[in-house]
T-cell receptor, first 114, second 114 residues
Framework: AQSVTQLDSQVPVFEEAPVELRCNYS??????LFWYVQYPNQGLQLLLKYLSGSTLVKGINGFEAEFNKSQTSFHLRKPSVHISDTAEYFC????????????FGGGTRVLVKP | GAVVSQHPSRVICKSGTSVKIECRSLDFQATTMFWYRQFPKQSLMLMATSNEGSKATYEQGVEKDKFLINHASLTLSTLTVTSAHPEDSSFYICSALSGTDTQYFGPGTRLTVL
């Protein structure tokens, strides 16, 4: 079975500062990896995904993530955050060729302070 | 592109009644849709996989007779919560699987059972 762990439940950060959200996964087989953002009372919006190829993935809104197979990590980064980045962020993993089911991490709440 | 809608966005019902939630893929066809449940300040839990033209596949612990899923067309899946009770109150989110094997999420439906 696979699992996804987001090490930080909450990350406060000042506006224009960088932020990193940590995500580790455990799986005995190859996985696809995703980061989603959820604004209050809304569904999830895809930020970026890693399927194969380059380990550095660029997404929307200035976010990027790096896949590290040896460390089984997929950390999300943004060099300079805005107030509007205040939201809940979810890392998710999908086992390749296993029915597209996503396993989500517990989420990280990012609070951007002015 | 890849827009998924849900209706209603919010519903309040009395205990013992049934509630139907619709999930539509607006600009793409989806043979597979997923239904999730999210408790406050928690992650998403997959309830079931909805496949067009066939029976849904439920995750362990999810009562199929309580959460009826129908995927009658390539753009519509419905979740009916039958004989709802207060413990069924939650945020229900659907997603639709695109042709690129990416899940696009609806905005969610908040169900409150009195």
């Amino acid at each position: 079975a696979q699992s996804v762990t987001q090490l930080d439940s909450q990350v406060p950060v000042f506006e224009e500062a960088p932020v990193e959200l940590r995500c580790n996964y455990s799986s005995s087989v190859s996985v696809y990896l995703f980061w989603y953002v959820q604004y209050p009372n809304q569904g999830l919006q895809l930020l970026l995904k890693y399927l194969s190829g380059s380990t550095l993935v660029k997404g929307i809104n200035g976010f990027e993530a790096e896949f590290n197979k040896s460390q089984t990590s997929f950390h999300l980064r943004k060099p300079s955050v805005h107030i509007s980045d205040t939201a809940e962020y979810f890392c998710a993993a999908e086992i390749k060729a296993a029915g597209n089911k996503l396993t989500f991490g517990g989420g990280t709440r990012v609070l951007v302070k002015p | 592109g890849a827009v998924v809608s849900q209706h209603p966005s919010r519903v309040i019902c009395k205990s013992g009644t049934s509630v139907k939630i619709e999930c539509r893929s607006l600009d793409f066809q989806a043979t597979t849709m997923f239904w999730y449940r999210q408790f406050p300040k928690q992650s998403l839990m997959l309830m079931a996989t909805s496949n067009e033209g066939s029976k849904a596949t439920y995750e362990q612990g999810v009562e199929k007779d309580k959460f009826l899923i129908n995927h009658a067309s390539l753009t519509l899946s419905t979740l009916t919560v039958t004989s709802a009770h207060p413990e069924d109150s939650s945020f229900y989110i659907c997603s639709a699987l695109s042709g690129t094997d990416t899940q696009y999420f609806g905005p969610g439906t908040r169900l409150t059972v009195l």
